[in-house]
């Protein structure tokens, strides 16, 4: 299928020169938004004039507020049916649904439409009344938005726009052919924009059966989006972990740490709270309702440290991180790039710290230089007295527990939630955690001859393996299958694939 592909040169446009709604000038000036980002001054007369785009575009670049004004400019003062939505945005997560429908609603509002969030993991029943009475934009999960399909309280029959959002994690997710069975209940020839950092496999077949002639614009390059920050990779101890990690954690600023899995999370955050950090822990095995409160915290300022799964690597944007860090280094180059865009976003300044234990620097190495950095390495980080640590502004922690900042309610949170089934620092696990690395580092000390020497059955009461309780699969729920359905339902709804589905 032919596209007209052209690399846009940033203008920075005034909005007040665009085609754009006195009303949503309003909210932009409200705002403080004068001049559009390069994506925005690309996408919007395209997206103006009902074409369909095709958008590669580093993240934090603007285009969630490119095509929410693309959308509500489409839809002003528009009459909106029971059931029926004029405009669909699907995005991989929760978090990044709440992210875009907070985005949506103050332009929504201006013109006189509603826009709903339509996700898993909360109430199904208050999300199908709400698109029942009728609502002009819809923010949602692939898998909810079935299933209010399939339960009737949803119809895509009169949508006149729809945006793909992170269509590459939707990829690494699973969740295209679900994109792929909603796409193919909207109506043909109605416009479809797609954001995605790349642009191939899965990806280019969705677009080759769903674009028509989409006008295609990119921007900086993925790789290139890490280049405004500041890059370290401090080469530690593993015994050193705990310590550089509470250092970096007690820094001024706004701290976002990175792990593997969702109990590395978890511990990690416990242990800075421990010695004095406030940090909370964001994964996908939290309940709903404890992930909005904690995201909530933590962009208010409430605590300065988040502890997260690559969950929160996309799309998210949280203002004033100044500092990421991977306390488990990324397993690619893509990963490494989007957990660190969350610093230095729309060109301001940030600090990318990476943690490798002896055995990961090879690989670190290769990542690092796959993103086309050059950092600053620092050898043989064996405590957290070394002078790398200071250059990063890092500080000794006080030293006393502090109150768990997940067992506090913040504005934004659910009006009913119940932090009472929070799981936050827990003080036996962390007195067993202690006794463990005792145990541990004990044994390291013993002279090798001395452990030789027939202490085999001390070996196994000494919990040396006991570190290895601390380790989680992280393995996002259910795997999904590949196969396809005819992708509608009764009604023109989107109807499931006979495949069992992955979490949504």
């Not at 509002?109 to 698109?131: C, F, P, S, W």
């Amino acid at each position: 299928m032919p596209k007209a592909r052209r690399r846009s040169a940033h203008r920075s446009e005034r909005f007040e020169d665009m085609a754009l709604p006195d009303e949503l000038l309003g909210v932009l000036a409200s705002q403080g938004l004068e001049r559009a980002f390069e994506i925005q001054s690309a996408i919007l007369p395209d997206a103006l004039a009902g074409r369909d785009v095709l958008a590669r575009a580093e993240t934090g670049s603007g285009k969630t507020l490119a095509f929410t004004l693309a959308m509500t400019s489409r839809f002003r003062g528009r009459k909106v049916h029971r059931r029926r939505p004029l405009g669909v945005v699907l995005v991989p997560t929760r978090e990044l649904a709440v992210q875009v429908v907070d985005t949506i609603h103050p332009f929504a509002r201006a013109v006189g439409i509603t826009a709903q969030l339509v996700a898993g993991g909360m109430n199904i029943e208050k999300q199908a009344d709400a698109v029942a009475r009728g609502v002009g934009i819809v923010v949602a999960t692939p898998g909810r938005l079935i299933d209010l399909a399939e339960r009737g309280a949803l119809q895509l029959d009169l949508v006149e726009s729809t945006v793909i959002d992170e269509a590459d994690h939707m990829a690494d997710l699973g969740f295209l052919p679900d994109v792929r069975d909603i796409l193919a209940a909207v109506p043909m020839g109605t416009q479809k924009m797609l954001f995605s950092a790349t642009l191939d496999g899965q990806v280019e077949e969705l677009v080759d059966a769903f674009l028509v002639d989409p006008v295609s614009h990119e921007t900086t390059p993925v790789s290139a989006a890490v280049a405004t920050m500041d890059h370290h990779v401090l080469e530690i101890a593993p015994a050193a972990k705990r310590a550089v990690t509470a250092q970096l954690g007690a820094r001024e600023g706004r701290t976002l740490m990175f792990t593997r899995t969702q109990l590395g999370a978890e511990r990690v955050a416990q242990e800075l709270v421990e010695v004095g950090v406030p940090a909370a822990a964001l994964h996908g095995n939290k309940q709903q309702g404890l992930r909005t409160n904690v995201l909530a915290g933590f962009r208010a300022g409430a605590f300065p440290v988040l502890v997260a799964t690559d969950v929160a690597a996309r799309g998210l944007h949280i203002d004033d991180v100044s500092m990421v860090v991977h306390v488990d280094p990324s397993d690619d180059v893509k990963e490494y790039v989007h957990r660190s865009g969350r610093t230095a976003r729309a060109g301001a300044a940030g600090s990318v710290v990476t943690l490798a234990l002896p055995h990961q620097t090879r690989s670190t190495r290769r990542i690092l230089g796959e993103a086309e950095v050059d950092p600053t390495w620092a050898e043989d980080v064996a405590d957290a007295s070394h002078p790398a640590l200071e250059e990063l502004g890092g500080r000794s922690p006080a030293g006393e527990p502090v109150e768990d900042p997940a067992r506090v309610k913040y504005k934004g949170a659910p009006r009913k939630l119940d932090l009472s089934r929070s799981r936050g620092a827990d003080a036996r696990k962390a007195e067993e955690r202690r006794a463990n690395e005792e145990r541990r580092a004990s044994w390291e000390e013993e002279p090798r001859d001395e452990r030789r020497g027939g202490s085999r059955r001390g070996r196994g009461a000494g919990a040396g393996r006991s570190g290895a309780t601390g380790r989680g699969t992280g393995r996002a729920k259910g795997g999904r299958g590949t196969g396809r359905s005819g992708g509608r339902g009764r009604s023109g709804a989107p109807s499931r694939s006979p495949r069992r589905r992955g979490g949504r």
